[in-house]
């Protein structure tokens, strides 16, 4: 076992997060983590890397085990260049190489009878060297930064001057590269292009060690994972599913038909039991024979009193079966969140919204594109897809007049409202959920919380809580909540399905579909590509190249 957690449990204040979490993870572990927004799956994986510590319960790694963790959010790389990195992670190997070093010179000159503690020490490391890629350590990091596309950067590359999904592969890399036995990933496909996510699921199907992984990518958890560990909202308790994220969807709809069945019955059981319970307490109340017809008293009182007996003890027989079934009822199935992320706008009045005429940009010498022309209609549809750093956010601030081209021009009619939902969420840690979701609009609070709930995407209780209490899941559900209050009659979205759970993600995508005005969008997720119903457009060394929607050549681009 790589991996033991017993009992554990986590509260913030007042709010049970974690309770009572158990679970065992071995060698070859493929562990997809998987819950609500907030329900605490980020949390699980900072309590077993030790960066905050559990209320109570406890975890431990097998002898020797070492884990390793990638955050949502990309750490600071300050000071550090892209070797640096390579060189520190890969210190362990080294480590290691030296002390097998050690240990064959000590062997060389060990009197025979104490050989057998030096040789079970040099098995010990040799087979730790060997499964990290140690032999193959050149090859290994060749094949890392290839398959993350980071081999076209410099080595001597600061970390600080690449762009942000550039840093999330580095550090992804650099985390790949120390191959620990337990790999701990958040949300690891949030900054990757098609072809390093097939590369890395590849590279997961071989990992000598154990896996744990939130993520919101259904493909990668259908692909990637044998094992689901779901994290409840109502209990706060962790359940295990064998299979991937088809299979665990398929066994909850199951197991949610058959609680709902078994609820419904009980239900009627009680209900059957309590209209008997009337029905026997009022016979007693009536049980009497009336004068008997020889006069004999004591012959009718014998058998009011048998009479009473029997259904005294039948009354006792179902207040005794009420009272076990209520002791430890099924409880009732609790309802679903219900997300309605509908946008009440009318549709644009023109049709022509947007027109981008010979559009070129680029910093300094590097050109991102150049020549873009094309025409946005009232009910457009494109996405944007194409390797990190080729420039898609920044034709999107160009649309949006945050900043103006090299060459060409950029018109939108005046009656555009533009509704932008950024690549990260940029909220004011300081401000509550509800100061958040109101800004710049007019009304009274009772009106904003009641619109908020009514979207499905929080409760009562998160009103009042900081933005920074939020996970980026949920400070992601408040862009959201935001822009949908906003009432844009026009959408530019850079990765909308990055950290969005999946009990909300489908709800979002659907209203999207009903959305009435053109939807911009970025995206590399391939589920929400393959479904999304419109133009799809590849930025790439500058120029801009249209697929076909159903094209599987796209989902397979190699980017250099």
């Known amino acids: 076992m790589l991996l033991t957690v017993k009992n554990i449990a986590k509260s913030y204040g007042a709010i049970r997060v974690l309770n009572d979490i158990s679970f065992v993870v071995n060698a070859r572990d493929r562990i997809g983590i998987v819950g609500p927004n907030g329900v605490g799956k980020s949390t699980l994986l900072r309590l077993l890397t030790g960066q905050e510590e559990v209320d109570s319960g406890t975890f431990a790694y097998g002898p020797a085990a070492a884990s390793g963790y990638l955050p949502q959010s990309t750490p600071d790389f300050a000071g550090s260049s892209i070797d640096d990195l390579i060189q520190e992670a890969v210190g362990n190997l080294r480590q290691l190489e030296l002390r097998m070093r050690q240990l064959e010179h000590l ?7 104490q050989l057998e503690a030096l040789l079970n020490e040099y098995s010990s490391v040799s087979t730790q060297f060997q499964e990290r890629g140690g032999y193959d350590l050149n090859y290994q990091i060749e094949r890392v930064l290839a398959g993350l596309h980071l081999d076209y950067l410099p080595r001597t590359r600061s970390v600080q001057t690449l762009s942000g999904g550039e840093k999330a592969r580095v550090g992804l890399a650099a985390l790949l590269l120390r191959s620990p036995d ?19 699921e590849s590279y997961l199907a071989s ?45 909850k709809a199951s197991e949610r038909a058959k609680w709902q069945e078994e609820y419904e019955q009980q239900q009627e059981e009680i209900q059957e039991l309590r209209r008997r319970i009337r029905e026997l307490r009022q016979q007693a109340s009536r049980t009497h024979f009336g004068p008997s017809r020889d006069n004999d008293k004591m012959a009718r009182f014998g058998h009011e009193q048998k009479a009473q007996r029997a259904s005294s003890s039948k009354l006792g027989a179902v207040e005794m079966r009420l009272e076990r079934i209520e002791a430890d009822p099924i409880p009732k199935p609790p309802e679903s969140l219900q997300v309605n992320s509908h946008f009440n706008v009318e549709g644009m009045a023109s049709q022509v919204v947007m027109q981008l005429a010979h559009v070129s940009k680029g910093f300094g010498s590097r050109v991102l594109f150049r020549d873009v022309t094309m025409t946005l209609g009232a009910r457009t549809r494109l996405l944007f897809t194409g390797p990190n750093g080729a420039g898609k956010t920044t034709l999107f601030k160009l649309m949006q007049g945050l900043a103006e081209p090299d060459e060409g021009e950029v018109r939108v009619v005046p009656s555009a409202r533009i509704g932008y939902l950024p690549q990260e969420p940029a909220l004011d840690p300081t401000k509550t959920v509800i100061e958040t979701y109101r800004y710049d609009q007019i009304g009274y609070e009772s009106e904003f919380i009641g619109r908020l709930i009514g979207y499905g995407l929080f409760r009562l209780e998160d009103m009042h809580k900081l933005v920074g209490q939020l996970s980026l899941g949920q400070q992601r559900k408040l862009e959201i909540a935001r822009l949908m209050a906003w009432g844009p009659n026009m959408l530019l979205l850079d990765e909308p399905t990055n950290y969005i759970s999946l009990d909300v993600l489908e709800s979002f995508e659907a209203s999207l579909r009903a959305f009435p005005g053109p939807v911009i969008v970025i995206s590399h997720d391939r589920w929400f590509i393959q479904h999304f119903g419109g133009d799809i457009w590849e930025l790439r060394d500058g120029i801009l190249t249209q697929h076909e929607p159903e094209s599987e050549a796209l989902l397979h681009v190699s980017w250099d």
């Open 207 to 251: 990992y000598h060690g154990a896996v744990l992984v939130v993520s919101h990518d259904r493909q990668f958890l259908n692909r990637a994972i044998n094992q689901i560990f779901e994290i409840d909202e109502h209990r706060h308790q962790l359940r295990s599913y064998s299979g991937n994220y088809d299979a665990y969807m398929a066994t």
């Open 182 to 200: 337990v790999l701990l990933l958040d949300e690891p496909t949030n900054h990757l292009d098609f072809a390093s996510m097939e590369w890395l």
């Open 107 to 113: 062997m060389s000159i060990t009197a025979e009878e």
